[in-house]
């Protein structure tokens, strides 16, 4: 791949993936539960995917990263109930943020330490 077409699939994956963000975050102003369903959609992970096979080609490596998605959607998943149960506690946006970003953090080295100790390669 020249370095042009290089830099325009760059600049191409960056606009689609940052309108993408732009998109749902502009549509929960207007409509939170449809916002809510298009956001839970692995959209973001799609287009990695998509990103990844137009680029490589290689469905091992692809096949690879799936799995090791699953595995790391995993630990995320108890922030969305934390941070909001966090906020209806009195808790500021950031601070409730920012315990719910430590929370995954932790979680993810748990989910690491789980994975290994199965004997798991990701």
Request: aromatic residues 10%; without cysteine; glycine residues 8%.
């Given at each position: 791949?020249?370095?042009?077409?290089?830099?325009?699939?760059?600049?191409?994956?960056?606009?689609?993936?940052?309108?993408?963000?732009?998109?749902?975050?502009?549509?929960?102003?207007?409509?939170?539960?449809?916002?809510?369903?298009?956001?839970?959609?692995?959209?973001v992970s799609l287009l990695a995917l998509i990103w990844l096979f137009?680029?490589?080609?290689?469905?091992a490596l692809i096949g690879k990263h799936?799995?090791?998605?699953?595995?790391?959607?995993?630990?995320?998943?108890?922030?969305?109930?934390?941070?909001?149960?966090?906020?209806?506690?009195?808790?500021?946006?950031?601070?409730?943020?920012?315990?719910?970003?430590?929370?995954?953090?932790?979680?993810?080295?748990?989910?690491?330490?789980?994975?290994?100790?199965?004997?798991?390669?990701?």
């Amino acid at each position: 791949m020249t370095r042009t077409m290089n830099t325009a699939l760059l600049i191409t994956k960056g606009i689609v993936s940052g309108g993408l963000i732009v998109a749902i975050s502009e549509l929960a102003k207007r409509n939170n539960s449809t916002a809510s369903i298009v956001h839970s959609l692995p959209l973001v992970s799609l287009l990695a995917l998509i990103w990844l096979f137009a680029e490589t080609r290689d469905t091992a490596l692809i096949g690879k990263h799936m799995t090791g998605t699953f595995f790391f959607v995993l630990p995320t998943l108890p922030m969305f109930l934390f941070v909001p149960w966090l906020l209806r506690r009195g808790f500021t946006f950031w601070p409730a943020l920012g315990a719910g970003i430590v929370l995954t953090v932790a979680l993810y080295f748990l989910t690491l330490g789980l994975i290994r100790a199965a004997g798991i390669q990701l």
